[in-house]
């Protein structure tokens, strides 16, 4: 068992901030050499901080050959902990950032599409009108496990069983409500005329759906079984919310969306939602954090925000017709 190495008298004077980075960037390039260049550093300088760092630590930290370097168990452990440390001084900076101006500062957060397309804009319009100050970046690529890297604040998800297995024990989920899945088409459709709809009827319709293993289409499956039919033809695939939404309106396609989907693009587009029951399964709607990490005042106060309106952005709005009769 190796021996603890003490703080004072080893890391605290021979390892620094400086040496870390350097070690960062070459795992990031997979060469001294590029990570030389990309630091304005010579190769030997590289080598030699990596090689006072393995002879600190006592391990190999990479292995090398005439290709590059490829980082070791022992770097990987050193790396996971170096991205946090150089994660919580970017947030340091950034919380006394916003100590100087406290409506200052920058929020990153992951989601897929029919988080961007539902109840998200409504939240995120309040919050830019009363804090102008502080900048957004919402990027849909972001997933739970990119999270670790730290390549966002939060990640907002829709859980099922189908995203089993993409959290551990490192990351916090929260649940802030609880979506469903609804049967939508255009205003102008042929089948939103009818005052009554069976579910034979719909076997013909040209169907938009995600992809045959998604959440969406494995529930329009079921219906289709439960009610002894075979499961309809799919006439155009794809996950897009803006096509879905868009084709709808424009023809007599028939489409599945979240219920938040379709309450903020109802009016928008001209949609609405068939008499068609879908089997009641709860989609909850989840933030997910990074434990032991501590968030920037700004992110805090959009997940203030966030948990505050939340449910009034995703309750059903009365149509305009509705309100005037009121």
Same mark, same amino acid.
């Given at each position: 068992?190796?021996?603890?190495?003490?703080?004072?008298?080893?890391?605290?004077?021979?390892?620094?901030?400086?040496?870390?980075?350097?070690?960062?960037?070459?795992?990031?390039?997979?060469?001294?050499?590029?990570?030389?260049?990309?630091?304005?550093?010579?190769?030997?300088?590289?080598?030699?901080?990596?090689?006072?760092?393995?002879?600190?630590?006592?391990?190999?930290?990479?292995?090398?050959?005439?290709?590059?370097?490829?980082?070791?168990?022992?770097?990987?452990?050193?790396?996971?902990?170096?991205?946090?440390?150089?994660?919580?001084?970017?947030?340091?900076?950034?919380?006394?950032?916003?100590?100087?101006?406290?409506?200052?500062?920058?929020?990153?957060?992951?989601?897929?599409?029919?988080?961007?397309?539902?109840?998200?804009?409504?939240?995120?319009?309040?919050?830019?009108?009363?804090?102008?100050?502080?900048?957004?970046?919402?990027?849909?690529?972001?997933?739970?496990?990119?999270?670790?890297?730290?390549?966002?604040?939060?990640?907002?998800?829709? &859980? $099922?069983?189908? @995203? %089993?297995?993409?959290?551990?024990?490192? +990351?916090? /989920?929260?649940?802030?409500?609880?979506?469903?899945? *609804?049967?939508?088409?255009?205003?102008?459709?042929?089948?939103?005329?009818?005052?009554?709809?069976?579910?034979?009827?719909?076997?013909?319709?040209?169907?938009?759906?995600?992809?045959?293993?998604?959440?969406?289409?494995?529930?329009?499956?079921?219906?289709?079984?439960?009610?002894?039919?075979?499961?309809?033809?799919?006439?155009?695939?794809?996950?897009?919310?803006?096509?879905?939404?868009?084709?709808?309106?424009?023809?007599?396609?028939?489409?599945?969306?979240?219920?938040?989907? &379709? $309450?903020?693009? @109802? %009016?928008?587009?001209?949609?609405?939602? +068939?008499? /068609?029951?879908?089997?009641?399964?709860?989609?909850? *709607?989840?933030?997910?954090?990074?434990?032991?990490?501590?968030?920037?005042?700004?992110?805090?106060?959009?997940?203030?925000?966030?948990?505050?309106?939340?449910?009034?952005?995703?309750?059903?709005?009365?149509?305009?017709?509705?309100?005037?009769?009121?």
């Amino acid at each position: 068992m190796a021996k603890p190495l003490d703080w004072k008298s080893r890391l605290g004077r021979r390892l620094k901030l400086r040496d870390l980075y350097i070690f960062v960037a070459v795992d990031q390039h997979g060469s001294m050499a590029k990570a030389a260049a990309r630091l304005g550093m010579s190769q030997p300088s590289v080598s030699e901080v990596v090689a006072n760092m393995e002879h600190t630590l006592g391990v190999k930290l990479l292995e090398r050959s005439p290709k590059g370097v490829e980082t070791t168990r022992y770097g990987q452990a050193l790396l996971q902990r170096a991205r946090a440390v150089f994660d919580e001084l970017n947030q340091a900076v950034r919380d006394i950032e916003f100590l100087a101006d406290p409506t200052v500062g920058e929020v990153w957060v992951g989601c897929p599409e029919s988080i961007a397309a539902g109840f998200l804009p409504t939240v995120i319009r309040d919050f830019v009108r009363d804090y102008p100050g502080i900048a957004l970046h919402v990027d849909q690529m972001i997933t739970p496990p990119e999270l670790r890297a730290r390549k966002a604040d939060f990640v907002i998800v829709r &859980l $099922n069983r189908l @995203a %089993e297995g993409q959290f551990g024990d490192d +990351l916090g /989920v929260e649940i802030l409500f609880d979506d469903e899945i *609804v049967v939508a088409a255009g205003i102008h459709s042929r089948w939103t005329r009818r005052r009554k709809l069976g579910l034979a009827e719909l076997a013909d319709a040209q169907w938009i759906q995600t992809s045959a293993d998604s959440w969406g289409a494995l529930l329009v499956e079921e219906m289709f079984r439960t009610g002894g039919l075979e499961k309809p033809r799919t006439s155009v695939t794809t996950f897009s919310v803006h096509l879905r939404t868009n084709l709808a309106a424009m023809g007599d396609f028939v489409t599945i969306m979240p219920r938040s989907v &379709l $309450n903020l693009n @109802a %009016e928008r587009f001209g949609l609405r939602a +068939l008499p /068609v029951q879908l089997a009641a399964r709860p989609w909850p *709607v989840a933030l997910v954090t990074l434990k032991n990490r501590t968030l920037s005042p700004p992110a805090a106060l959009f997940l203030e925000r966030l948990r505050q309106n939340v449910h009034s952005a995703v309750a059903p709005q009365p149509s305009k017709a509705k309100s005037a009769r009121r």
